[in-house]
């Protein structure tokens, strides 16, 4: 068997928003559009990995979040409603997807045997999570590949961000490790946005982008420091300043996600590319590629 | 319709073990029982609505209601997935829910309803609704637990939800959906090895529990902050259930408390408690922390002016905000003239005179009222709506009032209230409002000394129900 590889890493938000914005058949409520540089993002991303040929995505979502370890879903499809509790005027989707099953259970496995706490999902009446949904949906609409979606422990608001980020990172090593003796080509997806404070009022049209900017200078601020690492080349850098990025800036990286990617794709010394910024109701977003398939020679 | 009020409270734990695995573990089941005693005791109760504070459905814009009438779909935990799916079709007072969401807007809450199929009723309302209220007999609300909510704000959640049960007639019962401590096992655990993840949280739960026990609901409100440090990780929402149930409970500490169970589910403290309103005798309050009527917190962050303060007497719900200016003689701007002294910082008058008037040391204030400057709203209420029809007011949020127009005309004069020397009060209600006049007197005019003389009027000419008359030192002028 061929070895396996991970041709990109990306780190790719989530907020409903962006699929509300795009009015794709599945999603009930109906948008003037908004958000754009976002989408637009978004679409450059997904030009950028147009021609590579891939068989699945690995994606950890925030808002499947559990307390007793780290969870995969564990059947071949799902499929049902997904409202979102928080914004259910603008996320009622109809989703269809469907799970590599195999390589779930080979990083469950690995992570099990790396002393982890895993568990395998595999109630059939279980609700996969929005922001699992709107990054899969914004990151491949047709939905023709099969991801692997696995839990936000939060180890954190156990621990602290030191703890979640040892955890997160030998989860992204094992998980790593699984792909590549998987023999698949995968994506690697981290789902969170940077910066985290909200609005706590929506304006009575949801897409009137002349109401949208960042929460304030200093979440701006924090944003563009870590922006400039991930287009350096600073993995590093940032999982150092994960616990004040994570703090001050209210950040979503609280979930493990971008720990968790940085580890899968061993600390990248390579510039990621920024394909967009926005805010979303004041939270930082950032969609990011790492060419990982550029760069074997950096990590072998 | 007699006044509706709140016939019960309890607190119950969110996990769905008592609903899917009660036969796995004798704690579990000892809590199970719990719920099914809570049950009966609801459904002899003359009940007519369950009020569901979820702190396991998080919310970010402001308060959400559920508001469609019949929810229904299939609940599946994130993380006790293994122990099965929870089916579930709910009786839901839709006309409350909105109701509610109104008198949210009115006391300056941000709200909204949700009544979308499909909608992912959270496990904490999921178990609570599907073990208190089994065969659905009684309509329920739910309401979320905002993240950034803080204790005004949550407070001013449960007097909103209070004004609607008064309005409306009901028999309420309020429910909390919570965890005490909610630290769990963060490995999966064989169910015989269930138990309080540590000594420190089970001491608190055992101390938060006596209270409870006997009734003093305020007191661990009060606590809320420091439970919350103490014994519970920092999930998305901090402990704020109590804040809320002491809010729907009139802020009492004298309720009678009866814990029916308290286990470990999967290391967290999940307990049935029953609070009557019957006074237990015990427990005097002991009230520190302020008493919030409407909330005018940093939720602006869109609009500058999207939650203007309203008077208190707008926020009855289904009384007809009448408009301050029909309710009373128009005003005038104060007269300018040689040593008039006039403020923007008081009420304008009612007539052409000025608020004060220097002559050599002495300065003579026009009778001063308790109307508010700018918006000309009355603390404590009108005594009196748009019609004449008498209202309920409170003497001493009017005189307090008065008190500090006194204060800022001799501000702006250069003074202080130091410089009062003589007052005279007319008061249209001697019987109801003297006593009440008086106290407030005594905390603050009382402690600069003037003379006093206290009349009863037959009225004043706006709804107000106290009015000074003042001299004062006139400040030195240079
Ligand atoms: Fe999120």
């Known amino acids: 068997m ?54 699945a995505i690995v994606l950890l979502s925030p808002h499947w979040q559990t307390y007793i370890g780290t969870h995969f879903l564990g059947l071949p499809n799902f499929k049902n409603l997904s409202v979102d509790p928080v914004f259910p005027n603008l996320f009622r989707y109809h989703y269809d997807l469907d799970i590599d099953v195999e390589l779930a259970q080979q990083i469950h496995d690995r992570a099990a045997d790396a002393g982890l706490a895993v568990t395998m999902m595999k109630n059939p009446d279980f609700r996969v999570d929005y922001g699992a949904i709107t990054t899969g949906h914004m990151f491949n609409p047709s939905w023709d590949k099969p991801l692997v979606v696995i839990s936000s422990n939060r180890s954190r608001d156990y621990y602290s961000v030191e703890v979640m980020q ?32 909200h609005f706590t009022t929506e304006s009575a049209i949801p897409e009137d982008m002349s109401k949208e900017h960042i929460t304030s200078h200093a979440m701006h601020l924090w944003d563009m420091r870590m922006i400039e690492y991930f287009r350096t080349g600073q993995a590093q850098r940032i999982l150092d300043e994960m616990p004040e990025f994570t703090e001050q800036a209210i950040a979503e990286s609280d979930g493990g996600g971008l720990s968790w990617l940085l580890s899968t794709l061993d600390i990248p010394t390579y510039p990621g590319i920024l394909h967009g910024y926005g805010t979303i109701i004041g939270t930082g977003n950032a969609i990011v590629e790492w060419p990982a398939r550029n760069h074997k020679e950096a990590s072998e | 319709m007699s006044d509706g009020e709140l016939i019960g409270s309890y607190i119950v734990p969110v996990h769905p073990h008592t609903v899917l695995a009660p036969e796995q573990n004798e704690g579990w089941g000892r809590l199970r029982a719990a719920y099914d005693a809570a049950a009966q005791r609801i459904k002899e109760s003359e009940a007519d609505l369950l009020i569901i504070y979820s702190t396991t459905w998080p919310s970010i814009i402001g308060h959400q209601i559920i508001a469609d009438p019949n929810p229904e779909w299939v609940m599946v935990d994130h993380d006790f997935h293994e122990l099965g799916s929870i089916p579930y079709s709910f009786n839901i007072d839709e006309k409350f829910a909105h109701a509610w969401n109104e008198a949210n807007e009115k006391r300056g809450l941000k709200s909204r309803t949700v009544a979308y199929h499909g909608f992912p009723i959270d496990v904490g309302s999921v178990v609570a609704l599907k073990l208190l209220n089994p065969d659905n007999a009684i309509p329920a609300v739910i309401v979320s637990s905002n993240v950034y909510a803080n204790r005004a704000e949550t407070t001013v959640l449960a007097k909103a939800c209070m004004d609607v049960v008064k309005a ?95 286990e470990a589910l999967h290391g967290a403290g999940g307990a049935v408690v029953h609070l009557d309103p019957t006074p237990s005798g015990t427990g005097d309050i002991e009230y520190d ?42 005003l005038w701007e104060p007269t300018e003239s040689k040593d008039s002294v006039n403020s923007e910082a008081a009420p304008k008058p009612v007539g052409a005179y000025p608020h004060a008037r220097r002559v050599g040391d002495l300065l003579y204030l026009s009778g001063v009222g308790p109307r508010q400057p700018g918006t000309n709203a009355i603390p404590g209420g009108p005594i009196h709506d748009g019609d004449g029809k008498p209202l309920n007011y409170d003497i001493k949020a009017q005189t307090q009032a008065v008190v500090d127009n006194i204060t800022r005309i001799l501000e702006e004069a250069g003074g202080t209230i130091n410089d009062v020397l003589d007052v005279t009060s007319f008061l249209v209600d001697m019987d109801r409002d003297f006593q009440g006049y008086n106290e407030v007197w005594a905390e603050t005019l009382g402690q600069v000394g003037p003379t006093r003389t206290t009349l009863a009027i037959r009225a004043l000419p706006t709804p107000i129900a106290v009015e000074m008359k003042v001299i004062a030192k006139a400040p030195k002028t240079e």
């Open chain 1, 2 to 55: 061929s070895k396996g590889e991970i041709v990109a890493g990306c780190l790719a938000p989530h907020p409903p928003h962006l699929v509300y914005a795009e009015n794709p058949p599945q999603n009930e409520p109906i948008a003037e559009g908004g958000w754009e540089q976002l989408r637009w993002g978004y679409e450059r991303l997904r030009e950028s990995l147009a021609d590579v040929e891939y068989d």
């Open chain 1, 166 to 197: 040892e955890m997160m990172i030998e989860l992204g090593r094992v998980t790593r490790e699984a792909i590549l003796a998987s023999g698949k080509k995968v994506v690697v997806i981290a789902s969170n946005s940077l910066s985290h404070r």
């Open chain 2, 168 to 262: 409306t007639g009901r028999k309420a019962i309020a429910i909390t959906a919570m965890s005490l401590s909610n630290r769990m096992f963060t490995k999966p655990i064989e169910p015989k090895d269930d138990r309080i993840h540590s000594l420190k949280d089970d001491e608190w739960n055992r101390k938060i529990l006596e209270l409870l026990g006997e009734g003093r609901l305020e007191d661990v409100g009060q606590l809320s902050r420091t439970i919350h440090r103490q014994i519970r990780v920092n999930k998305v929402v901090a402990f704020k259930p109590m804040w809320w149930l002491s809010g729907m409970n009139s802020n009492r500490n004298n309720l009678t408390g009866e814990v029916l169970a308290y």
């Open chain 2, 289 to 330: 922390e302020d008493d919030v009527e409407y909330f005018a917190g940093e939720r602006n962050v869109l609009d500058g002016d999207q939650f203007e303060t309203q008077d208190i007497e707008s926020l009855k719900v289904e009384v007809p905000l009448g408009k301050p200016q029909k309710n009373g003689p128009a």
